[in-house]
């Protein structure tokens, strides 16, 4: 049998999901920050062991393994990467250090900066220019060029970003800037702009390429350690990376730009949500995952997790590339409680893990949410909840609240006549500010776009988000909520569905009434080519390659373009729809595209052509999921039941355990369904089912 | 239109009535909500609008005023916006039945002398009604036009001397009635604007008012108009009580600063912006009596909702960021205007480049005298810019291209207590994303050369400012050129004793024979291949520079925002090693003599 593997490392575990035929077995142990690749293996000696095979037999029966991971996200976090120095353009020196004039919060003047990965001594210019159609203006002075990398190499850079004006319409002062600096400074990880992110404007191609070069010889360096144990192991076939663009791709290709990896991580779960979504028949998605220190929203449309390749700031680093759009907000179980000028927040501060919670009997002193949930009765405070491996305790908890409701005045008000029940509305105070934290991040992450949330469909996962779907849902006007039981290990999962995927674009900035079509041509060719290789080199063949046509289009004067397909699935190099009506079609579709996403047109404008893209991809085989409810009956009774606040005050509330149910179930709220590692609410006017594949859902009555 | 006017549009409005009670948290999830309409509102504009200045620039805002006139929440945007536009709303809700306002209105004004900011400021705004037909408030939406349909292209006329030289004035005009957009005044409006793009950008932002009042009628569904009254109620008050808690924490007393505006557009210098800072308890005043009231200045007249809005944007820094924006802090804080000096005008007065000067010297000033009491947050938010080196071509279908100088730039970003200047410009500033060489030349037959930052070109000081750049570009084709210079013999001030910031410089045709500086104005035809150079002011310094650490002195100096000889005439630090082969240390000893000499 042929196995596929999908690997994500996170924080504290490495998540395995392999899938033989149509099934999927998960495992999970314990990552190994010193050296990743040590978890990995041992987790793969594990999934060996249950296949009754040794390692060798096992990976030599792995048509693919495909990995996810935050090697990058670290790097930033810890700003620990290379020592990078960036050579551009004479005049343009600050524009990395200008950030377009960019600053997070506008009302803040004791904001800090961002810690400068290329410090103005490490940003070195060079005279040279080419203009916006190309030709060159000043030739490239190599002198100066060698001049600049004498000084980057008394300062022991380790890396060295090149980034040109006008580099991604001709590159080759970059290519010839990428050989000289390659003499000069051995053994330095050089990147250029054109093959980083080859589209314009230059603060956001240079910002892209200074990053890359900062995480790129840790995240080559990763791989290549990994790859090598995998050989060694008796591994045969190409790695496949996860990318941020929710599609995977061979470790040479990432190696190009090392950047794609960033921030796939939670493009996984994305993927994995899509897949599942889809197999339910809910193609269009709001995915929420709430984990202890915050909640991640992004959205799936007609299937597809969209990835964008506009303004992504990243640990305050604006990154260019494709990514699936996951918004963040700082509010998770772990997140803080407190009052501020009078007014009660959540978050952004957390307790994280370490001490985390008060109810985690582990020194923490702040209320955080999960403790809320424990003051309101939502989670259980009875042994052998989590899985066993602890006991959440009361023990400190209402005094923290008590102190909270002092501080938000409850102590005068009526209800505040009793000490408990003022804690308790503390906590319920929290609940609210915290639903109502996430319901407006939702509707920021649709802002704009011209999607309402009433017409998706909640998918919920993370440790948390179970605890709260339903009441936000209610919130956003949704009818639907999906709990998939495998939720925990969704990213591994989610590397499995990804299908190897190359999404590139190139800048042509023209008018749509005199488009130069050969150049359209000759753009999307070059940008077949690259696919054509990188898709052959990791051993598929070119028959089985789908490719997307995309244009970006905008009406002058626009800055944000929009994408769209022109040629939706044609094989690679077919580029015969390039004819004497593309320019009107072209036209036909923007216009389409834009009274979808705007509700209008500009009759009289015409519409620019601001870049070409092409997406290519391979289909390759996942994991089944299924949907579908057939009521068998009703439930066993409750187990038990519990004083808890279910948003319309306390009262007893039946508590059923995930373990004695099974597909075809269904029961009414108000109830809660404690399961292995969440807990799922069942508000009042909501219904829980159990699907055919034994995931949940939560239908309004 | 008359100071009466201004008197009442400026007048304390009363809470909305209602019998309903909502407690704290409910006020503040409501809040949130508003907030969230704001941003969706903005969003919109900023994604849907054509014009590189609302597009590219993010030059914007939506905010919510509710039924009295009250700012009951800003949003994203520009704090300089934020705090104007509820003026302008106050001049419809005065007059609603003789502007006939109804469900699914919309309209327009930019009127000076009917509460607004300046002529190219554009307020749209739409009232929301609920089920009996009560009004709740007012969704606006503000965005910067390129062009006003006045005298000279973009809005901004060295010379006028009255509004109507500047443009098309609307003190409350219906685009859309009961839903119906009024084609014949849209088109009228659209003619009105030399801008090709304008058409979308009007459109853009009725699109996105009109969005925003489809959320706000759900709201209003979900709570009930008199709960979201109530919360309004409590939001201002909760605000009022905040900012006056920050007051009281600062020693009574009364401060003072005067700032200079280096001339007006007609060249009488030393134009005087005085303020009066006074901290009585909980109560702050800030009091313009002594600004300039020269009835013969040309172009420095600012209106007087825009004076409000300045003063207000200064006071926020000073103040804990969390506190919310709305109402409260014109509740709390009083502004003193003398009637017929710069900062409130007579009637008719062109307002357009006083927006920038005298509007930024008042805030200048308000931080200078806020500084003592709250020195970690005296960041002037300001743009000291004069006008810019605003460059205008025209097509082939003659409609007007501009290329508004607002390039990757500089300026003005000045130190705080503990925190050197950073970034690109002062905070306030922030949500302008500026404009790309590559994006611009791609449109204009313009070449930018350089823009790099200036060394020594910020403020000395225990906390340096930022240095300011110098932006080069070169204009390929015969174009037209408008600049108004200021800030070079009064540049922005250091705070505590912390250095002033450099002079603003700007020159013409420079490598050419009619290389020329620009000292006062200039509106010139520049011949295709002229280069022009603008040297901006960078911030100001915080604090004695002989007290900053040497060591940070030293960082200075390797990354070139400092020269080694600066290092040592104004800082005081002695460096041994060549900065050549980034060898550069701190002679200590040799360091705390010369300091001490100097300081002696």
């Known amino acids: ?268 779960g994305v993927i994995g949500s899509a897949h599942c979504g889809a197999a339910k028949g809910c193609p269009n998605l709001l995915c929420v995952d709430m984990g202890g220190t915050s909640y991640d929203m992004s959205l799936v449309i007609d299937g597809q997790a969209p990835a964008e390749a506009g303004w992504n700031m990243h640990h305050r680093y604006l990154v260019g590339v494709p990514m699936v759009k996951v918004e963040t907000l700082g509010a998770g179980g772990g997140s803080i409680c407190h009052v501020n000028g009078g007014m009660l927040q959540v978050g952004p501060r957390s307790a994280g893990s370490e001490p985390g919670p008060i109810c985690y009997g582990r020194g923490g002193t702040e209320p955080t949410v999960t403790d809320a949930l424990v003051m309101l009765g939502i989670l259980s405070t009875d042994q052998g909840f989590a899985g066993g491996s602890f006991t959440l305790s009361r023990k400190g908890v209402v005094e923290a609240f008590r102190a909270l409701a002092r501080d938000l005045g409850h102590a005068n008000d009526k209800q505040g006549a009793n000490d408990e029940q003022g804690a308790e509305q503390a906590a319920f105070d929290c609940w ?25 469909v909640m998918l919920a996962y993370g440790g948390n988000g179970p605890a709260f779907a339903a009441i936000q849902a209610e919130e956003l006007g949704i009818e639907k909520v999906l709990i998939p039981k495998a939720s925990p290990t969704f990213s591994a999962l989610g590397t499995l569905v990804a299908n190897p995927t190359i999404d590139e674009e190139r800048s042509y900035i023209a008018s749509s009434a005199a488009l130069d079509l050969d150049r359209i041509r000759a753009l999307w060719s070059q940008l077949c080519e690259r696919a054509d290789r990188h898709f052959s080199a990791a051993g598929f063949s070119p028959g089985s390659v789908q490719a997307s046509y995309q244009l970006n289009m905008r009406y002058p004067g626009q800055n944000f373009s929009l994408s769209f397909p022109v040629e939706g699935d044609a094989p690679l190099h077919d580029l015969g729809f390039v004819d004497e009506g593309f320019p009107a079609r072209a036209i036909t579709l923007f216009n389409a595209r834009h009274m979808a996403e705007y509700g209008h047109v500009r009759e009289n404008e015409v519409p620019e052509i601001s870049g070409v893209r092409l997406a290519a991809r391979v289909e390759t085989p996942s994991p089944k999921a299924a949907g579908g409810f057939v009521s068998k009956g009703p439930p066993p009774p409750p187990q038990r039941t519990r004083r808890a606040n279910l948003g319309r005050g306390f009262a007893m509330v039946p508590i059923h355990s995930g373990r004695s149910l099974s597909p075809g179930m269904e029961l009414q709220g108000p109830a809660i369904i404690e399961e292995t590692f969440t807990t799922i609410v069942v508000y009042p006017g909501w219904t829980a089912q159990v699907d055919d594949a034994g995931d949940y859902q939560l239908v309004r009555c | 239109m008359s100071y009466e006017l201004n008197r009442a549009l400026a007048a304390r409005r009363a809470p909305l009535p209602t019998d309903a009670h909502v407690d704290a948290v409910t006020a503040d999830i409501i809040r949130g909500a508003f907030e969230t309409v704001c941003f969706e509102s903005a969003t919109y504009l900023g994604r849907a ?74 307020c749209v705004y739409a009232p929301v009604y609920d089920a009996q037909g009560k009004l709740v408030c007012i969704q606006t939406l503000q965005a910067h036009q390129g062009d006003t349909g006045g005298k000279d292209p973009g809005g901004f006329s060295l010379d006028a001397t009255d509004l109507f030289t500047e443009g098309v004035i609307y003190p409350c005009l219906k685009l859309v009635h009961r839903g119906e957009l009024r084609r014949d005044v849209f088109d009228a409006v659209v003619r009105n604007n030399r801008f090709a793009t304008f058409g979308g950008d009007i459109a853009a932002m009725i699109g996105g008012v009109q969005h925003a009042v489809a959320m706000l009628d759900r709201l209003v569904e979900k709570w009930g108009a ?184 500089s300026m003005d970003v000045s130190a705080v207590a503990g925190l050197d200047g950073w970034g690109s410009c002062p905070s306030a500033l922030g949500s302008l994303i500026l404009s790309e060489a590559e994006d611009a030349e791609s449109r204009f037959p313009i070449l930018n050369i350089s823009r790099e930052m200036t060394t020594d070109g910020g403020g000395a000081g225990q906390w340096r400012g930022a240095p300011g750049s110098l932006n080069v570009k070169q204009v390929l084709k015969p174009t037209s050129a408008t600049a108004w210079m200021v800030s070079a013999e009064h540049p922005l001030s250091g705070m505590c004793g912390g250095d002033d910031a450099i002079p603003y410089t700007n020159r013409f045709e420079v490598g050419s024979p009619a290389e020329r500086p620009i000292l006062h104005t200039a509106q010139d035809l520049l011949p295709a291949g002229a280069v022009i150079a603008y040297q901006h002011g960078g911030g100001g310094g915080f604090g004695p520079a002989l007290r900053r650490d040497p060591e940070s002195v030293k960082e200075d100096v390797l990354d070139e925002y400092v020269s080694p000889e600066a290092a040592r005439a104004k800082y005081g630090v002695v460096l041994t090693g060549r900065l050549e082969d980034y060898t550069l240390a701190v002679d200590h000893a040799a360091t705390q003599a010369l300091r001490a000499q100097m300081a002696a």
């Open chain 2, 226 to 409: 008199d709960v979201i009254r109530a919360a309004i109620n409590q939001s201002i008050a909760q605000t009022e009580r905040r900012v006056r808690e920050e007051v009281a924490k600062w020693p009574d007393g009364t401060h003072e600063a005067t700032v200079f505006i280096d001339h007006d557009t007609a060249g009488t210098r030393d134009v005087r912006v005085h303020v009066t800072c006074t901290i009585a308890g909980d109560q702050l005043t800030v009091d313009l009596t002594g600004t300039d009231d020269r009835p013969e200045l040309v172009g420095v007249w600012n209106t007087f909702a825009n004076t409000r809005s300045y003063v207000m944007c200064q006071v926020v820094a000073a103040m804990d960021p969390t506190i919310v924006k709305n109402e409260g802090y014109f509740d709390a804080v009083e502004i003193v205007v003398p009637e017929g000096c710069i900062a409130q005008p007579p009637p008719n007065k062109p307002a357009a480049l006083g927006s920038f000067h005298p509007a930024c010297e008042i805030t200048e000033a308000v931080c200078i005298a806020l500084s003592h009491v709250a020195p970690e947050r005296s960041q002037p938010q300001l743009y000291k810019i004069g006008m810019p080196n605003m460059v205008v071509g025209f097509d082939d279908d003659g409609m007007m291209w501009m290329d508004q100088g607002v390039d990757c730039r």
């Open chain 1, 432 to 456: 609210r500010v915290v639903n109502a934290a996430m319901s407006q991040g939702v509707r920021r992450t649709t802002a704009g776009k011209g999607i309402d949330p009433r017409d998706l």
């Open chain 2, 49 to 122: 609008a054509s014009s590189p200045i609302i597009n590219q620039s993010n030059e914007r805002n939506a905010a919510i005023v509710d039924a009295h006139g009250r700012l009951a929440m800003g949003a994203v945007g520009t704090p300089h916006l934020t705090f104007v536009n509820q003026m302008e709303t106050r001049w419809g809700l005065m007059n609603q039945e003789r502007y006939d306002w109804g469900p699914g209105d919309v309209f327009l004004a930019n009127d000076p002398d009917h509460g607004g900011g300046h002529l190219p400021d554009y």
């Open chain 1, 1 to 268: 049998m042929a196995y596929r593997v999908g690997i994500d490392i996170g924080g504290t575990f490495t998540d395995f999901a392999l899938l033989k035929g149509d099934e999927v077995v998960v495992h999970k142990n314990l990552s190994t920050p010193e050296d990743r690749s040590l978890g990995v293996m041992e987790g793969l000696g594990r999934l060996a062991e249950q296949e009754g095979l040794s390692l060798p037999d096992f990976l030599s029966r792995c048509d693919a393994i495909v990995h996810g991971t935050t090697v990058a996200d670290n790097t930033l976090i810890e700003m620990n990467g290379a020592l990078t120095g960036l050579i551009t353009t004479e005049g343009f020196r600050d524009e990395i250090e200008y950030r377009r004039g960019f600053k997070e919060d506008i009302w803040d003047v004791r904001l800090e900066p961002p810690r400068q990965i290329t410090p103005r001594r490490r940003r070195l210019t060079v005279p040279e220019r080419v203009l916006h159609d190309g030709s060159v203006h000043r030739a490239l002075d190599e002198d100066a060029l060698r001049e600049a990398c004498r000084k980057l190499r008394l300062q022991n850079v380790e890396a060295v970003a090149i980034s040109f004006l006008f580099s991604f319409v001709n590159p080759d002062h970059e290519r010839r800037a990428h050989e000289i600096v390659r003499q000069e400074i051995q053994n330095a990880y050089v990147c250029a702009s054109h093959e980083v992110l080859p589209r314009a404007p230059e603060y956001d191609r240079t910002s892209t390429t200074v990053v890359n070069a900062y995480v790129g010889p840790r995240v080559t360096g990763y791989l290549e350690k990994l790859v090598q144990r995998l050989a060694d192991g008796g591994y045969r076939r190409q790695l496949m990376v996860m990318q941020a663009s929710g599609g995977v791709m061979s470790r040479d290709y990432i190696e190009g730009a090392p950047i794609r990896v960033l921030a796939s991580g939670p493009a996984g």
